[in-house]
Protein backbone atom coordinates (compact mmCIF):
# COMPACT_ATOMS: atom_id res chain seq x y z
CA UNK A 1 0.00 0.00 0.00
CA UNK A 2 0.64 3.62 -0.12
CA UNK A 3 1.71 4.11 3.59
CA UNK A 4 2.05 1.94 6.72
CA UNK A 5 -1.49 0.76 7.53
CA UNK A 6 -2.56 -0.25 10.98
CA UNK A 7 -5.56 -1.52 12.91
CA UNK A 8 -8.02 -1.40 14.56
CA UNK A 9 -7.26 2.72 14.97
CA UNK A 10 -9.07 2.37 18.27
CA UNK A 11 -9.14 -0.41 20.72
CA UNK A 12 -10.93 -0.65 24.14
CA UNK A 13 -10.69 -3.86 26.10
CA UNK A 14 -11.12 -4.95 29.76
CA UNK A 15 -8.11 -5.55 31.88
CA UNK A 16 -7.00 -9.36 31.82
CA UNK A 17 -8.18 -9.59 28.23
CA UNK A 18 -5.97 -10.38 25.30
CA UNK A 19 -5.65 -7.76 22.20
CA UNK A 20 -4.13 -8.20 18.75
CA UNK A 21 -2.77 -5.22 17.05
CA UNK A 22 -2.12 -5.10 13.22
CA UNK A 23 0.70 -3.75 11.26
CA UNK A 24 0.36 -3.66 7.27
CA UNK A 25 4.02 -2.56 6.34
CA UNK A 26 5.23 -0.33 3.28
CA UNK A 27 4.93 -3.12 0.53
CA UNK A 28 8.96 -4.30 0.10
CA UNK A 29 9.66 -2.56 3.21
CA UNK A 30 11.62 -5.35 4.71
CA UNK A 31 12.90 -3.90 8.09
CA UNK A 32 9.42 -3.17 10.84
CA UNK A 33 9.58 -1.91 14.08
CA UNK A 34 6.62 -1.71 16.82
CA UNK A 35 6.51 1.36 19.63
CA UNK A 36 4.29 2.32 22.09
CA UNK A 37 3.93 6.18 22.97
CA UNK A 38 2.67 7.13 26.01
CA UNK A 39 0.71 10.86 26.36
CA UNK A 40 3.75 13.46 26.44
CA UNK A 41 6.26 11.03 25.96
CA UNK A 42 8.63 9.92 23.10
CA UNK A 43 7.61 6.99 21.39
CA UNK A 44 9.18 3.92 22.88
CA UNK A 45 11.17 0.79 21.02
CA UNK A 46 9.02 -2.37 21.88
CA UNK A 47 10.53 -4.89 19.03
CA UNK A 48 12.24 -4.99 15.60
CA UNK A 49 11.83 -7.22 12.52
CA UNK A 50 14.24 -7.96 9.73
CA UNK A 51 12.32 -10.09 6.92
CA UNK A 52 10.24 -12.85 9.08
CA UNK A 53 12.91 -12.42 12.19
CA UNK A 54 12.64 -10.67 15.67
CA UNK A 55 15.95 -8.79 15.40
CA UNK A 56 16.06 -7.03 18.42
CA UNK A 57 13.02 -7.38 21.15
CA UNK A 58 14.46 -5.90 23.68
CA UNK A 59 12.21 -3.32 24.06
CA UNK A 60 8.79 -5.49 24.90
CA UNK A 61 8.14 -4.72 28.52
CA UNK A 62 7.54 -8.35 29.88
CA UNK A 63 6.52 -11.73 28.74
CA UNK A 64 2.63 -10.86 28.35
CA UNK A 65 3.98 -8.88 25.00
CA UNK A 66 4.57 -11.16 21.90
CA UNK A 67 4.59 -9.87 18.07
CA UNK A 68 5.15 -12.17 14.99
CA UNK A 69 5.84 -11.36 11.11
CA UNK A 70 4.94 -14.97 9.16
CA UNK A 71 5.61 -13.49 5.92
CA UNK A 72 7.74 -11.20 6.08
CA UNK A 73 5.37 -8.14 5.45
CA UNK A 74 1.83 -8.49 7.87
CA UNK A 75 2.70 -8.30 11.83
CA UNK A 76 0.67 -9.08 14.80
CA UNK A 77 1.51 -7.93 18.45
CA UNK A 78 -0.25 -9.44 20.67
CA UNK A 79 -0.72 -8.93 24.40
CA UNK A 80 -1.93 -10.83 26.91
CA UNK A 81 -3.63 -10.60 30.33
CA UNK A 82 -3.84 -6.49 29.53
CA UNK A 83 -3.61 -4.29 32.07
CA UNK A 84 -4.60 -0.69 32.60
CA UNK A 85 -0.36 0.29 31.74
CA UNK A 86 -0.46 -1.17 28.76
CA UNK A 87 -2.73 1.63 27.49
CA UNK A 88 -1.16 3.79 25.33
CA UNK A 89 -0.83 4.45 21.66
CA UNK A 90 1.03 1.59 19.68
CA UNK A 91 2.72 2.70 16.60
CA UNK A 92 4.60 0.68 14.08
CA UNK A 93 7.05 1.69 11.29
CA UNK A 94 8.80 0.45 8.12
CA UNK A 95 11.69 1.05 6.29
CA UNK A 96 13.43 -0.02 3.17
CA UNK A 97 16.11 -1.12 5.34
CA UNK A 98 17.67 -0.96 8.80
CA UNK A 99 19.21 2.45 8.86
CA UNK A 100 17.10 5.13 6.79
CA UNK A 101 14.17 6.98 7.57
CA UNK A 102 11.20 5.56 8.79
CA UNK A 103 7.40 5.80 8.13
CA UNK A 104 4.97 5.25 11.05
CA UNK A 105 1.69 4.04 10.79
CA UNK A 106 -1.27 6.10 12.29
CA UNK A 107 -1.23 3.70 15.31
CA UNK A 108 -4.02 2.17 17.47
CA UNK A 109 -5.16 3.42 20.64
CA UNK A 110 -4.86 1.05 23.42
CA UNK A 111 -7.29 1.76 26.34
CA UNK A 112 -7.06 -0.79 29.32
CA UNK A 113 -10.47 -0.69 31.41
CA UNK B 1 21.88 2.88 28.13
CA UNK B 2 22.27 5.31 25.72
CA UNK B 3 19.45 8.50 25.97
CA UNK B 4 18.80 11.32 24.20
CA UNK B 5 17.60 14.53 25.41
CA UNK B 6 16.47 17.24 24.65
CA UNK B 7 15.62 20.94 25.23
CA UNK B 8 13.37 22.58 25.55
CA UNK B 9 10.28 20.32 26.34
CA UNK B 10 7.92 23.39 25.78
CA UNK B 11 7.99 26.23 23.40
CA UNK B 12 5.94 29.27 22.61
CA UNK B 13 6.59 31.77 19.84
CA UNK B 14 3.98 34.55 18.46
CA UNK B 15 4.27 33.56 14.95
CA UNK B 16 6.83 34.88 12.54
CA UNK B 17 9.51 34.37 15.68
CA UNK B 18 12.32 32.10 15.31
CA UNK B 19 11.98 28.54 17.31
CA UNK B 20 15.08 26.00 17.88
CA UNK B 21 15.35 22.39 19.79
CA UNK B 22 18.20 20.78 20.89
CA UNK B 23 19.31 17.49 20.82
CA UNK B 24 21.67 15.99 23.22
CA UNK B 25 23.67 12.00 23.80
CA UNK B 26 25.79 11.67 26.23
CA UNK B 27 27.19 8.93 24.00
CA UNK B 28 28.64 9.73 20.12
CA UNK B 29 25.67 8.82 17.61
CA UNK B 30 26.62 7.49 14.24
CA UNK B 31 23.35 9.38 12.75
CA UNK B 32 20.35 11.70 14.13
CA UNK B 33 17.15 11.90 12.96
CA UNK B 34 14.07 14.26 12.99
CA UNK B 35 10.63 13.67 13.03
CA UNK B 36 7.53 15.76 13.28
CA UNK B 37 4.25 14.82 15.22
CA UNK B 38 1.27 17.07 14.54
CA UNK B 39 -1.17 17.26 17.30
CA UNK B 40 -3.36 13.67 17.48
CA UNK B 41 -0.98 12.11 14.22
CA UNK B 42 2.02 10.45 13.86
CA UNK B 43 5.39 11.13 13.78
CA UNK B 44 6.31 11.88 10.30
CA UNK B 45 10.11 11.59 9.21
CA UNK B 46 11.80 14.76 8.33
CA UNK B 47 15.99 14.06 7.72
CA UNK B 48 18.18 12.19 9.01
CA UNK B 49 21.95 13.88 9.82
CA UNK B 50 25.36 11.19 9.43
CA UNK B 51 28.06 13.26 9.00
CA UNK B 52 29.78 15.43 11.52
CA UNK B 53 28.85 18.95 11.10
CA UNK B 54 26.49 18.42 8.69
CA UNK B 55 24.10 20.91 8.24
CA UNK B 56 20.59 20.81 6.29
CA UNK B 57 17.73 22.77 5.19
CA UNK B 58 14.70 21.90 4.40
CA UNK B 59 12.79 25.44 3.27
CA UNK B 60 12.55 27.45 6.62
CA UNK B 61 13.89 24.46 8.70
CA UNK B 62 17.38 23.98 9.23
CA UNK B 63 19.56 21.09 10.60
CA UNK B 64 22.67 20.57 12.33
CA UNK B 65 24.58 17.90 13.76
CA UNK B 66 27.43 19.03 15.90
CA UNK B 67 31.06 18.17 15.21
CA UNK B 68 31.14 15.52 17.98
CA UNK B 69 28.21 13.97 16.72
CA UNK B 70 26.59 14.37 20.22
CA UNK B 71 24.31 16.89 19.72
CA UNK B 72 22.00 18.04 17.40
CA UNK B 73 19.74 21.27 16.73
CA UNK B 74 16.55 22.00 14.28
CA UNK B 75 15.81 25.45 13.48
CA UNK B 76 12.83 27.15 12.53
CA UNK B 77 12.87 30.45 10.58
CA UNK B 78 9.56 32.98 10.82
CA UNK B 79 7.69 30.32 12.72
CA UNK B 80 4.12 29.53 10.85
CA UNK B 81 0.69 28.50 12.52
CA UNK B 82 1.82 25.32 10.51
CA UNK B 83 4.96 24.81 12.12
CA UNK B 84 2.90 23.73 15.52
CA UNK B 85 3.27 20.24 16.80
CA UNK B 86 6.16 17.89 18.82
CA UNK B 87 9.77 17.82 17.13
CA UNK B 88 11.38 14.38 18.42
CA UNK B 89 15.36 13.42 17.95
CA UNK B 90 16.15 10.12 17.52
CA UNK B 91 19.52 8.85 17.76
CA UNK B 92 20.04 4.97 17.02
CA UNK B 93 19.98 2.64 20.29
CA UNK B 94 23.82 0.80 20.30
CA UNK B 95 25.27 -1.33 19.64
CA UNK B 96 22.79 -1.34 16.65
CA UNK B 97 20.86 1.22 14.82
CA UNK B 98 16.90 1.14 16.14
CA UNK B 99 15.90 4.75 16.71
CA UNK B 100 15.60 6.25 19.96
CA UNK B 101 13.51 9.31 21.04
CA UNK B 102 14.01 12.03 22.89
CA UNK B 103 10.94 13.19 25.03
CA UNK B 104 10.27 16.33 21.97
CA UNK B 105 9.80 19.46 22.18
CA UNK B 106 6.10 20.77 22.14
CA UNK B 107 5.91 24.08 19.27
CA UNK B 108 3.39 25.85 20.26
CA UNK B 109 2.93 29.34 17.56
CA UNK B 110 0.67 32.24 18.38
CA UNK B 111 -1.15 33.81 15.44
Known amino acids: GAGVSQTPSNKVTEKGKYVELRCDPI?????LYWYRQSLGQGPEFLIY????????DSGLPNDRFFAVRPEGSVSTLKIQRTERGDSAVYLC???????????FGSGTRLTVV | GQQVMQIPQYQHVQEGEDFTTYCNSS?????IQWYKQRPGGHPVFLIQ?????EVKKQKRLTFQFGEAKKNSSLHITATQTTDVGTYFC???????????FGRGTSLIVHP
Open chain 1, 93 to 103: ASSPEGNSGYT
Open chain 1, 27 to 31: SGHTA
Open chain 1, 49 to 56: FQGTGAAD
Open chain 2, 27 to 31: TTLSN
Open chain 2, 49 to 53: LVKSG
Open chain 2, 90 to 100: AGPKAPGYIPT
